[in-house]
Structures are given as structure tokens and as C-alpha cells.
């Protein structure tokens, strides 16, 4: 006999859990059309070769190859074979180029998807890193321009998502890499790669400390002046607490700039994303300037965002994304500027969960109807199909057993309410309702059923669960 | 440069494709949910020995195997490199036979749950056949035992959902395996084996008709008595007309039994799905007994089933499963009794399509705002807010250009209103509606829009797209 497991560094869960996680996909997907983005899915393999163009050493390590029976034979009869011919998307970006590229003719620009599924990743497995996991993510895709005003709506979509996700407060917090790069030439760091460098020296300063980057900046390998780096980490160190707050920090970055056209461009920049923010309503408590936010990659190259709860900041952010100049180019001519964000829901669920934030939902199930009674089983059926037909979620207990033990499933199993047939009910025409959320009972007309649970279900609870 | 290419054997939609999809999806998933199925989702990998533990030689020559970089490099340095340890899972039923036996002491039984992803199998590329395709699956998992009323469960929420699919008419073709394996008994054919390979013999009917079958179960292969081949080509090819038909045609085989108690069992069985199937309101010609239903496997045990399109039979079954004894006897000791149907939804889709009968959907957005002025994009901004707060799906317009090229935009992208803000709306406090499906406008005060267009997105259509 085998032992029955999952593959490490994957996250499965109950069916309790599952439909927690689901309402979670649920609410994602619904504020993404909400705001007009369109679905798209891509297989969850691509070939090798289309995938691989891009990627550095690291990403390359990770890639998770597949192959069949046939290309594994073949493979090992080969002295120094090639890789294999299809391998697992380790994000959606990727996927994405390769789609706008292929489909580029039959597409409509500015091109607003989102895409919700999982990616895989041969990462060491460690607590709360999965080697697959979803990712949530929405691009908008210009043809040869995008307005800035898109980078406004990634994070009102977001703010959205999150608000009805109901998981506390969070800031959606930006920045923008021209602003960055300014500074830097405003410094005399006009070199791109040491101005990348830097930046990532930068991105450390939550992990190292403001003493461990300033002396390596000013050290060996970079040589900055000390009173450069200084200005450099008081303005890294600067956040907005309030939308006057974000455009005065802005007019001062601009005053203090030695006349850097690209802080100029920068500055501009986030001037129009925050006006669009507020145009979209988005309250100015939900967002901030962060200007030590630089996202790891060199990737982007305008807006950057990310997203942190207020009451766990431990957990970092959880909805980053950017501005990137060209989307696609190792596979089309046209120039693909775009913008985007992406929530990695699988790791994001188990913080949560972890927080004691989220836990498991009530069951998709909304009426049990338990069987008294074997001789009422077609009164029970009918009920079920009239409640079902009603749009009410319906399971009927077709193997009977003892009516106490049928409640407590009903409970255990998170259903809320259990319609009851037995000889009395069928006698006198009604059904018995009980609801074991409040601990309540009511007897209606048979005919008045779904009508009545209808009216039940559409009540708030007063009674906390979980 | 690289040229953009998905994977040979997958299936990649536009967005509008992609909407109608999902929209599919949609309808299954409540539908499952409404016979009070729970949702859940397995890692799309296996470890290989847990994978493999049942299969034949074609399911592991079809199997796609995973391997990170490391992994590939440990096996090209070896001989006689070991199966790489993850695999693709070709089903969705083995992962729930994994999934049951691991969490067997967590969930409750019957265990009724429904998952929709994606299997993979490195078949041969074929029109229509895909090497990474949806299965919508629904399976009731009882411990020790599982009445038969159970087996009445799926075809009832695959009519609703058939239904609410509104692909046309259809019929659930019911037969029971016990009840043609009695028919042997009654013929003489008592090893197992060969009931098997005559039950496959007779699945091939379709495909090679009843000469060359009888040819092949009266040769040298099988030696069967010609008589006893002709009764049984007489019963294959009994299908029901109506409910008290398809009675009457039990009532026929019990009384034409020589006695088998297996027959016995597999009409009663027959009955109490029948008689579970009309208590649940199942009308009466959306199913039928068809005695010639073998499924291929000798998976199933009882009841089995297949779907067909009435107006399409060249379609073939839409969705089939059954019975069967054990689900995950390879995994533990517990008896695990089941019954399961599945909808191959990426397949069914692509029939669909070719047939004419989906196309492509109205777009999830709901309401353009297009931007006549850049000095109006507030007012159309804090709009689609409004919008968007009473749960219409809305896209703005944040780049400019012709409003006629605009309008154009909406009604080649499939969205249906249109919410205008010019200079004389702002001037009147109000917006201009226009419903590009009824070819049709009206103007509203600013803040009845939202009522407005609710009205407007409840009224059914008259006027039909596509």
C-alpha cells in the first residue's frame, strides 16, 4: 500500500478551507471586472525556448520542465541531451508577452486583462513558500503609449478588492522609478547599471538597516560621498501621511532637484496617478508616497506599488506590481508599454490564515434536508428540488440514520440551516426550519419555503463564527 | 527574436472565447453547488509513486512528467535514471483517491465533492483532442457503503446544469454494469475476464456495428453460442422511450433472467435511480435506459452513464461516469464506495464552437465611459466610480481619441452601454445612455444612473448577438 501525500511545497486544503480560498478568487475576480479588465487563461505549460528567452540564471534554476514517457527515453539515450521542450510558467508575465504577442492582430489596445491561476516554482520549500501557488494579477497593455492615468487604476482596483476582502486595513503604497533615477543623476550616479545597483542596495533597508546600506554605499564598492548617501537615505525614508501630504513631498523632491529631467518626468507622473486616485475616490488613508519602495527588479521603469496591512506589517506586501516600458519585445516589433499588479493569493491565504484572519468559511451548502423517515423520502426530494430551483444551495440526506446525529453534521459541517419533513410536517403541509446559527426554529407553509429562507439567508448574522 | 507559440496540443482563448468559457464554468460550479457539492483543488502534480500506483502501460506512456533543472542534471548523470519523482495528473480521480485517503479522518462521509481543473496527457495531438483539458468532476464517496439512491444524485444535478448550459436537448443514458454482467451469468459466461472483454467487444458497436461484433463474439476469440449473441445484441440495443418504459424494460429482463442474482441486484438498483431520478423532478425524457452503455473501463461497478446532445449524436457522450466498489483501495484500508460524473469541459467547449452553439459572449464589461473631454475626466471618473460601487462592471476611457471610435470600441468589444458625460451633461447634472445592443438612448439625472442601468441590464434582450 502507498502512503498517501502531496508533493512538498504545495498547499491543499479542507473543503471548509477550499471554499474560504474560493470566496477569496471570488472577490478578486469580480472587483477585476468590476473595473472593466477581461479574462484571459494560458496553459500551464509553455515551450521551453518560449519561455526561457528572457530569464537570468536564478529563474532558470527554478523552471520546472516537463516531459513525457517518449521525451524521457529519447533524453536518456542522448550523451549530453537538450532541455526539455515544455516547461512550467513560473509566473504570468511571461505567459502574458507571449499571449499579446501571439494574438496582438486580434487584440484591442489598451489591452486590460486579468489572469488568475497558479504558477509553479522550484524554489527550496520553506514555511509559507510554495513551489506552486496562484497568482491574481492585472495588466494593462498599451500600443506604442499608455497614459499614467492607468497606473491610477491598478491600484483603485485593488483598493476595491481589498476593501471587500474585509481583512483589515492596508496602504497601498508608491513610487516611481524615473523619480528614483532622477535622484540618482540629480547625485552624479548617471551609470544605468550601478543606478540599478544602488537601488537594490537600497531595497535592503528594511532587511540590513540604514547603517549597514550607508556604509555599504559609501564603501569600496560604490564610493559615494557621505553627505550624497545621507540624502539619498532621508529620502528613501520618506512616506506621505496624507494626499496634500504625497503632493507637497512631491513640490519639495522637485524644489531640492538639481534639474534631473527624468525627476521632473517622475514627479509629473505620480502627480497625475495621485489626482486619478482621488478622482476614483480611493481614500487618501488607503494610499501613500513611499519613496524607499524600488521592487527588487530592473524590470520596471515608472509607477511602483506595494500593498501592506496596517496590523501586519510582519507580512510585507502583499499586492505589488509596476510600470514597465516594453512588455513583449523578445517577441514582436511593436513597442508594448504596459502596467500592472499581482496578488500571490496562495501565499497571501496562509499569512492570513496564519494571522487568525481568515479561517473557514460556512459551507457552500445553505439547507440540509435530513431524512426522518424513509416513507417521506419523495416529500424530501421534492423539497430539495423546489429549494434548489429556488437558487438555494441543497443537500438531501439520502442514507438516513438517527435525525441527532444528521443535526450535528449539518452543524460540524458549517450548514446553517436544516429543513425538516417528517410525519407531522407532511401531515399538516409545512416544513419545520431550523437555524443553527442562532439557535432558532419556525414552522412555514410547505409552499412558502423558499420564499421564507430566501428572506432568512439575506439577513446579516449577529452571531460571529469562527 | 522569438516567435510566440503555445504548446502544441493546448487549447488558448481570446478574451470574449474565454468569457463564454467561463461563463461554463460558472454554470457547473453552481450547479454543483446547488446539490450541495464542496469544492475542492489538488496540486496539478503527484509524486510519481503516488501517481502511478494503478495504471496500465498507456496511462504512464501518457503521462507528463515534472523536473526542476537540478533534478534533470541528477538524472543525465546517471545510467538508468530512476522515473523523475513528480508527474501531471492525467485524471481527476486519482488525486481524489489520494486526496480521500490522506484526509480520510477530516472529512465527513458521504463525502460529496466537485473539482474543476485542468488534467494533462501527452496523447497525440488530434482535432479536438487536447493535451491539457478542463474536467469538471463530481464524485459522493461513502464509507463501508453508499445506497443507490446516491447514484440518482449526479444525473440530477447534470441535468441542471446541461440545462442551465443551454446547449439544446440532451438525454442521460442510464445502464448498470451488475445488470449486464447478470446477462452473462445467464448466458453462461461466468469468468470475469471474458464478461469484460465481451462488454468491450459490445462498447465497439457504435464504432464497428452489430455484423462485425457478432462475427467476433461467435469466432474462434470467444466461441459464444449464436443464440446467446443474438440476445444479447437485442438487449444492447434496448433503449428506453419513457420512464414507465424504461420500468417496463426491467420488468422484461427480470422476467427473461434464467436467475442470475447479479441481474437481480442490477435492476433493483436500476429501479431505486429511476424512482430517486423522478422524486427529484428529472423530467422524464431527459433520460433513459440504454443497454448498451458499457464504459470502456472495468473501473465501474453499477451504474453507469453517458450524455448525449440530442441534436448532435456525432458529438458523442458530453459527460459519462458511474459506480464503483473501492475508490482508493491502493491508498488505504477503508472500503470507499463511489460515484462520480465528469464533464470534459475543454473538449465539449471546442464541440460546441465547431458546432455553432457558443460562440463568443457579450464582454464582462457592462458600460463604457467614454471621455469626449480630458477636462470632464473627474466627472467621468468619480461615474464610473458610482458604477462600479453599485456592482456594474465599467471601463473608462482614460486615453482620449474620436468618440466615434470609442463607440466603435464598445460594440466590437461586446459592451452593451454606453454612459456619455459632455459639456452639456455636466452643464445639465446628467448623463446620456446609450444601449448599443437596441441601437437606442436616453438621458437620466447624474444620480439616477445607477438605478437606471440596473433597470436596463435586468430586461432580458429581444434582440439576439451572434
Given at each position: 500500500?502507498?502512503?498517501?501525500?502531496?508533493?512538498?511545497?504545495?498547499?491543499?486544503?479542507?473543503?471548509?478551507?477550499?471554499?474560504?480560498?474560493?470566496?477569496?478568487?471570488?472577490?478578486?475576480?469580480?472587483?477585476?471586472?468590476?473595473?472593466?479588465?477581461?479574462?484571459?487563461?494560458?496553459?500551464?505549460?509553455?515551450?521551453?525556448?518560449?519561455?526561457?528567452?528572457?530569464?537570468?540564471?536564478?529563474?532558470?534554476?527554478?523552471?520546472?520542465?516537463?516531459?513525457?514517457?517518449?521525451?524521457?527515453?529519447?533524453?536518456?539515450?542522448?550523451?549530453?541531451?537538450?532541455?526539455?521542450?515544455?516547461?512550467?510558467?513560473?509566473?504570468?508575465?511571461?505567459?502574458?508577452?507571449?499571449?499579446?504577442?501571439?494574438?496582438?492582430?486580434?487584440?484591442?489596445?489598451?489591452?486590460?486583462?486579468?489572469?488568475?491561476?497558479?504558477?509553479?516554482?522550484?524554489?527550496?520549500?520553506?514555511?509559507?513558500?510554495?513551489?506552486?501557488?496562484?497568482?491574481?494579477?492585472?495588466?494593462?497593455?498599451?500600443?506604442?503609449?499608455?497614459?499614467?492615468r492607468?497606473d491610477a487604476e491598478?491600484p483603485a482596483?485593488?483598493h476595491?478588492?481589498?476593501?471587500?476582502?474585509?481583512?483589515?486595513?492596508?496602504?497601498i503604497?508608491l513610487?516611481?522609478?524615473?523619480?528614483?533615477?532622477?535622484?540618482?543623476?540629480?547625485?552624479?550616479?548617471?551609470?544605468?547599471?550601478?543606478?540599478?545597483?544602488?537601488?537594490?542596495?537600497?531595497?535592503?533597508?528594511?532587511?540590513?538597516?540604514?547603517?549597514?546600506?550607508?556604509?555599504?554605499?559609501?564603501?569600496?564598492?560604490?564610493?559615494?560621498?557621505?553627505?550624497?548617501?545621507?540624502?539619498?537615505?532621508?529620502?528613501?525614508?520618506?512616506?506621505?501621511?496624507?494626499h496634500?501630504?504625497a503632493?507637497?513631498?512631491?513640490?519639495?523632491?522637485?524644489?531640492?532637484?538639481?534639474?534631473?529631467?527624468?525627476?521632473?518626468?517622475?514627479?509629473?507622473?505620480?502627480?497625475e496617478v495621485l489626482s486619478v486616485l482621488r478622482d476614483l475616490g480611493v481614500p487618501e488613508?488607503d494610499y501613500?508616497?513611499?519613496?524607499?519602495?524600488?521592487?527588487?527588479?530592473?524590470?520596471?521603469?515608472?509607477?511602483?506599488?506595494?500593498?501592506?496591512?496596517?496590523?501586519?506589517?510582519?507580512?510585507?506586501?502583499?499586492?505589488?506590481?509596476?510600470?514597465?516600458?516594453?512588455?513583449?519585445?523578445?517577441?514582436?516589433?511593436?513597442?508594448?508599454?504596459?502596467?500592472?499588479?499581482?496578488?500571490?493569493?496562495?501565499?497571501?491565504?496562509?499569512?492570513?490564515?496564519?494571522?487568525?484572519?481568515?479561517?473557514?468559511?460556512?459551507?457552500?451548502?445553505?439547507?440540509?434536508?435530513?431524512?426522518?423517515?424513509?416513507?417521506?423520502?419523495?416529500?424530501?426530494?421534492?423539497?430539495?428540488?423546489?429549494?434548489?430551483?429556488?437558487?438555494?444551495?441543497?443537500?438531501?440526506?439520502?442514507?438516513?440514520?438517527?435525525?441527532?446525529?444528521?443535526?450535528?453534521?449539518?452543524?460540524?459541517?458549517?450548514?446553517?440551516?436544516?429543513?425538516?419533513?417528517?410525519?407531522?410536517?407532511?401531515?399538516?403541509?409545512?416544513?419545520?426550519?431550523?437555524?443553527?446559527?442562532?439557535?432558532?426554529?419556525?414552522?412555514?407553509?410547505?409552499?412558502?419555503?423558499?420564499?421564507?429562507?430566501?428572506?432568512?439567508?439575506?439577513?446579516?448574522?449577529?452571531?460571529?463564527?469562527?
Amino acid at each position: 500500500m502507498i502512503k498517501p501525500h502531496t508533493a512538498p511545497g504545495t498547499l491543499e486544503l479542507l473543503p471548509t478551507e477550499q471554499i474560504a480560498f474560493q470566496r477569496m478568487l471570488d472577490v478578486i475576480r469580480s472587483g477585476y471586472e468590476r473595473f472593466g479588465f477581461l479574462p484571459i487563461e494560458t496553459p500551464a505549460y509553455e515551450l521551453t525556448d518560449v519561455l526561457l528567452t528572457k530569464t537570468g540564471g536564478e529563474t532558470e534554476r527554478q523552471v520546472y520542465f516537463v516531459q513525457s514517457t517518449g521525451s524521457l527515453e529519447k533524453a536518456a539515450a542522448q550523451d549530453d541531451p537538450a532541455l526539455p521542450e515544455l516547461a512550467l510558467r513560473f509566473d504570468l508575465t511571461v505567459p502574458l508577452a507571449r499571449y499579446v504577442a501571439e494574438h496582438e492582430h486580434q487584440l484591442t489596445f489598451p489591452f486590460r486583462r486579468y489572469q488568475m491561476q497558479r504558477v509553479y516554482r522550484g524554489e527550496r520549500p520553506q514555511r509559507g513558500r510554495y513551489r506552486e501557488f496562484y497568482q491574481c494579477d492585472i495588466d494593462i497593455i498599451g500600443k506604442d503609449g499608455l497614459s499614467p492615468r492607468h497606473d491610477a487604476e491598478c491600484p483603485a482596483v485593488i483598493h476595491t478588492i481589498f476593501t471587500d476582502l474585509n481583512i483589515g486595513a492596508f496602504t497601498i503604497q508608491l513610487n516611481n522609478r524615473k523619480l528614483m533615477r532622477g535622484v540618482f543623476e540629480d547625485l552624479g550616479i548617471t551609470d544605468t547599471d550601478q543606478q540599478v545597483a544602488v537601488l537594490r542596495e537600497v531595497d535592503k533597508l528594511d532587511k540590513r538597516g540604514p547603517d549597514a546600506v550607508r556604509e555599504t554605499l559609501v564603501g569600496d564598492c560604490y564610493g559615494l560621498a557621505a553627505d550624497a548617501v545621507a540624502a539619498l537615505l532621508t529620502l528613501v525614508a520618506t512616506r506621505s501621511t496624507s494626499h496634500d501630504d504625497a503632493l507637497a513631498i512631491l513640490d519639495r523632491v522637485q524644489r531640492e532637484s538639481a534639474g534631473s529631467a527624468t525627476l521632473a518626468t517622475g514627479v509629473a507622473e505620480l502627480r497625475e496617478v495621485l489626482s486619478v486616485l482621488r478622482d476614483l475616490g480611493v481614500p487618501e488613508s488607503d494610499y501613500a508616497l513611499n519613496l524607499s519602495i524600488a521592487r527588487g527588479l530592473d524590470y520596471y521603469t515608472g509607477t511602483v506599488y506595494e500593498t501592506t496591512l496596517d496590523d501586519h506589517p510582519e507580512i510585507g506586501s502583499v499586492c505589488s506590481g509596476g510600470r514597465y516600458d516594453d512588455l513583449a519585445g523578445q517577441y514582436t516589433k511593436s513597442k508594448l508599454p504596459g502596467v500592472g499588479m499581482s496578488i500571490g493569493l496562495t501565499r497571501l491565504f496562509w499569512q492570513l490564515r496564519e494571522a487568525g484572519i481568515v479561517g473557514t468559511a460556512e459551507s457552500t451548502v445553505q439547507v440540509l434536508v435530513p431524512q426522518l423517515d424513509e416513507a417521506h423520502l419523495p416529500q424530501c426530494l421534492a423539497l430539495a428540488t423546489d429549494l434548489r430551483q429556488g437558487g438555494i444551495n441543497t443537500e438531501v440526506v439520502l442514507d438516513g440514520g438517527k435525525l441527532g446525529k444528521q443535526l450535528k453534521y449539518a452543524d460540524r459541517a458549517g450548514i446553517r440551516f436544516v429543513a425538516i419533513v417528517g410525519a407531522q410536517e407532511v401531515e399538516a403541509g409545512t416544513v419545520t426550519i431550523k437555524d443553527l446559527r442562532r439557535q432558532d426554529q419556525f414552522t412555514v407553509a410547505r409552499d412558502e419555503v423558499v420564499p421564507a429562507v430566501r428572506v432568512e439567508l439575506a439577513q446579516p448574522l449577529d452571531v460571529s463564527r469562527d
